[in-house]
């Protein structure tokens, strides 16, 4: 008798595949380092981690037409009492939130901004770096 793969071994190839899918997504760090100084204005800050120096390009261009000056309610940059609630969440939420957009109290989140041919961590890179922004 002839056995062609077995269902057992096709299972936990599947199940081999999806683990690695799935923990590769929770590789979110926790890499805000903001400066000890927070005088300066947020748009003067410069990081220095590559990841938080991609998450500002990708603000610049794509975020900062809403949140440098709070343009439909948006929490502005910078801005502690705007920000203080929100970090409160985990950095992952927040990050997801962003991916997908969110109807929140102050008004509409569009999904990635509105900028659709962003990645998933374009946005997580961007939402870092506001997030690691010094507020005052
Ligand atoms: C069209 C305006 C607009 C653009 C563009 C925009 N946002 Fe927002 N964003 C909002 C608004 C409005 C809120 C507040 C929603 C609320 O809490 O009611 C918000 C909230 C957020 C928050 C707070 C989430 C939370 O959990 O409180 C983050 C983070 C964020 N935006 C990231 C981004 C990023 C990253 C980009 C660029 C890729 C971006 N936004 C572009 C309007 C915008």
Known sequence: MKKFGHPIYL??????????????CQK??????????????????APSDPE?????????????LCHDHGEEQSPKLGKEKEWAHR?????DVIIKKAIDGFLG??????????????TDEEVAAAVKFMLATPTH
């Open 28 to 45: 979110e760090e926790e890499t805000a380092h903001a400066p000890a100084k927070t005088h300066h204005l947020a748009a003067d800050w």
């Open 105 to 118: 109290e102050d008004g509409e989140m569009p999904a990635r901004g509105g900028s659709d041919y962003l």
């Open 87 to 91: 970090k409160t969440q985990p950095v």
């Open 11 to 24: 299972l936990s190839v599947g199940l081999t595949f999806a683990t690695t899918t799935f923990l590769s």
């Open 52 to 64: 938080l120096i991609l998450g500002k390009k990708i603000y610049d261009a794509e975020c900062a």
